[in-house]
């Protein structure tokens, strides 16, 4: 497929912010037949919409740079795809990483299958990611901006999905896409990046969970089983979590802080423990649902680098492939490896898909 040819019609997913503005500048100076989407995909209980400051951003950047512009409605699809996935991960003391669901399912899945049906050639979004084409094959690479790199995010999506996707921002440096939002005058040069969670937005974390999944609080122990506090539900907390226990001022003497180690969900028990010790790091993990995207046939056993979170630098590891899924041992230890969220595999600059962590080895066993 040829991304280069004149005319080519591209929907580019506009969100209000810089990124995706750039991204449209540029497909429509290249000479592409550009029309900017705002997706709408959440709505709050009362029905109320959070995003009507962003669709007036879309609205402003759309008639600077003259391209057609609408909206469409996903929120059924969002709630039955990513939210209830969401909720469901958060109530059974793991955590999710919704921002890698909203890619799969919503904007490469729901959007992709519209803009298609619309008459458009190709999709086109904000992420800092790049494609290289190469006889009906598709490889994600990182983007060259290294602190903006969103492959991790992207690492669920399949080989066809990609073949119908634009990154046109990939090969620039953030500041790069500031500076050509200030010198074509964007509305949004100046925007601040949007944070918090894919298409929610910024809350209180704990009172928007406290919202959908009922609070059960419980006893917060030591390693050693003695205990240190309460706490206020297992769904709040994560493992290697610092902030917001409640228990800076307890010590055993030594002054150091207290992180989450561990989650008895039988027993309802946050596990914490003084310092970052053994208990805190593992070995390896374990992922049940692999996504490939390249089509080439990957060996069964081979070297590479890997993510357990966000922006995390890339860890060799060693992969196993197993029944559509692998096993990741690491060569040095790694801290908080958190199931639910996604261990995403690299090939040098290249992605090489990832999945879900199931469960990990630890260093040391808790006991309590």
Same mark, same amino acid.
């Given at each position: 497929?040829?991304?280069? !040819? ?6 580019? +997913? ?11 500048? $540029? $497909?429509?100076? #290249? ?49 039955? !795809? ?44 904000? &992420? ?10 598709? &490889?994600?690479?990182?983007? $060259?901006?290294?602190? @903006? ?6 690492? +669920? ?24 939002? /200030?010198?074509?005058?964007? %509305?949004?040069?100046? =925007? @601040? ?7 929610? +937005?910024?809350?209180?974390?704990? =009172? ?15 390693? &050693?089983?003695? /205990? ?10 994560? $493992? ?36 970052? &010790? ?15 995207? %390249?089509?080439?046939?990957? %060996?069964? !056993?081979?070297?590479?680098?890997? =993510? ?6 890339? #860890? ?12 990741? !041992? ?39």
């Amino acid at each position: 497929m040829d991304e280069t !040819r004149d005319n080519s019609s591209v929907i580019v +997913g506009l969100s209000g912010g810089v990124d995706s503005a750039v991204a449209a500048l $540029l $497909l429509k100076e #290249q000479g592409y037949e550009v029309t900017g989407v705002f997706m709408r995909n959440w709505e709050d209980l009362d029905g109320s919409c959070p995003a009507e400051e962003d669709f007036e951003d879309v609205r402003r950047v759309s008639e600077a740079l003259d391209i057609p512009y609408y909206t469409v409605n996903f929120t059924k699809e969002y709630q039955e !795809r990513v939210f209830s996935y969401f909720l469901s991960e958060y109530a059974a003391g793991r955590t999710p990483n919704p921002d890698i669901l909203c890619n799969t399912e919503i904007k490469f899945k729901a959007f992709l299958d519209f803009a298609m049906k619309s008459g458009a050639n190709f999709l086109a979004t904000g &992420h800092y990611a790049r494609l290289s084409r190469d006889q009906g094959d598709v &490889h994600l690479l990182k983007g $060259l901006d290294g602190g @903006k790199d969103q492959t991790y995010f992207l690492a +669920g999506l399949t080989n066809e999905q990609l073949s119908r996707a634009m990154f046109p921002i990939g090969d620039l440096q953030k500041k790069e896409v500031r500076d050509l939002a /200030r010198r074509y005058e964007l %509305p949004v040069a100046e =925007k @601040k990046d949007s944070t918090g969670i894919c298409f929610i +937005g910024e809350r209180n974390f704990k =009172k928007f969970l406290m919202t959908y999944l009922p609070a059960t609080p419980g006893d917060m122990v030591d390693e &050693h089983g003695r /205990r240190i506090g309460r706490h206020d539900g297992l769904m709040y907390y994560t $493992l290697g979590q610092r902030r917001g226990l409640g228990i800076g001022g307890r010590s055993d003497g030594s002054g150091e802080s207290w992180f989450v180690i561990g989650k008895d969900l039988k027993r309802n028990l946050l596990v914490v423990q003084q310092g970052e &010790h053994e208990e805190l790091y593992s070995l390896s993990l374990t992922v049940d649902r692999l996504n490939v995207i %390249p089509r080439e046939d990957l %060996p069964k !056993r081979f070297e590479c680098t890997a =993510k357990f979170r966000y922006r995390q630098p890339d #860890q060799a590891v060693e992969v196993e492939l197993r029944d559509g899924g692998a096993f990741v !041992r690491f060569k040095e230890p790694q801290r908080a490896v958190t199931p639910g969220q996604w261990c995403v595999l690299y090939r040098g600059q290249e992605c090489l898909g990832g999945g879900p962590i199931e469960a990990t080895e630890p260093m040391k066993e808790i006991r309590i």
